[in-house]
């Protein structure tokens, strides 16, 4: 029987049926681009209504421009988890084949210093250990840094973001 890597062509995860699983995912990633999208457009035409109105209710002060009112505006009405989550998922899918070969690359250069011990022969249970929880890690790792960056970069409320 062949190992694995030789069946799939040097890839390891050659064998799994790709758009079973990345299929949901992209779908689930298109879905929350599509939703974002729909947040973003008429979301300046918003901002500039609601400025009008504010300025006919003497709501907003002179020292506030329309320009810094309605990029205020924007940030703080943005469509920020739909877009952040589509990120992270396309993220995760572009990047995961990456990910794979290079594991695949570092495993089998730990294999050969190992001496070509079988306990990490490619194909095998560790090796498949390696690459599946490396696969988890690497897609937790990129979850962490996009919550990182999107709470880093949460805006206050309209009147908050306008004293600034």
């Known amino acids: 029987m062949k190992p694995l890597y030789a069946i799939s062509g040097g890839m390891v995860y050659g064998d ?10 992209a779908l689930v990633a298109f879905v929350f681009t599509i ?16 400025f009008a109105y504010r300025c006919e209710q003497d709501m907003v002060g002179a020292h506030v421009a329309q320009d810094r009112f309605v990029s205020a505006y924007r940030r703080v009405h943005a469509p920020r988890v739909s877009s952040y989550v589509a990120a992270t998922l396309w993220t995760v899918l572009l990047a995961t084949p990456l990910i794979a070969k290079i594991m695949e690359v570092l495993l089998d250069m730990l294999w ?7 306990v990490f022969e490619p194909g095998y249970l560790v090796w498949a250990f390696f690459i ?33």
């Open 16 to 25: 799994i049926v790709l758009w079973a699983v990345f299929g949901p995912v």
């Open 35 to 50: 939703r974002a999208a729909i947040g973003w457009v008429g979301l300046t035409k918003e901002a500039n209504d609601d």
């Open 112 to 118: 050969r210093a190992s001496g070509r011990s079988r």
């Open 132 to 164: 599946f929880f490396g696969l988890m890690g690497a897609w937790a790792a990129i979850a962490f840094l996009s919550a990182r960056r999107f709470h880093a970069r949460t805006p206050g409320r309209l009147e908050d973001e306008l004293a600034r």
